[in-house]
């Protein structure tokens, strides 16, 4: 059996907040969407009106990814799971202060093309543990036809093996799976 997942990348979080709440850590993926990003969440079921085919939602449970899904939710009536494994790629183990920290490890993540050096350990999540945990949580859903998963930017560009700056929020990508038997 195929199934058909719909990746769609959270809308626009509201990073200011973390900033102006100086959120470090996990608590930086508490932020909830704009205005701007709502609005892009109420759009994609609109521009994608073949969505209102899906069996039921998927969630990463990072709140702007929860948000999105909830609003595709009110639009569609469809179940909704929350995934914890669907979670955006893990650059610092919620260590870093700071937005350069963290783009300091992204640049050494791709400079190693997500897998570690021989011999060395680093504090960014490899491409592998990222591919593994996600092609689990998609596993679970091999039975249904078609699945809206509403995640992050990384999570789509390494699943697709896109480069992430490419992936839009809100943008919505087909991702195809035979269920083995």
Known sequence: MLTIFYLIRHGEPDWGLKDKRNLQGALRDFV???????????????????LSQCDLIVSSPFTRSL????????NLGLPLRVEFDLHEWTPDNWQATSVEEITELWIDYMKHNGSYPEGESKLW???????????????????KSKVIVVCHGMVIATLMELISDEIQLCGVYEYKALMNR
């Open 32 to 50: 909830p969407l704009t205005e701007n990003g709502i609005n892009q969440a109420e759009q994609v079921v609109e521009k994608n009106l073949f």
């Open 67 to 74: 948000q999105t899904a909830a609003i595709i939710n009110r």
């Open 125 to 143: 999540e490899t491409k592998e543990s990222l591919l593994e945990r996600t092609r689990k949580v998609l596993h679970k859903y091999l039975d």
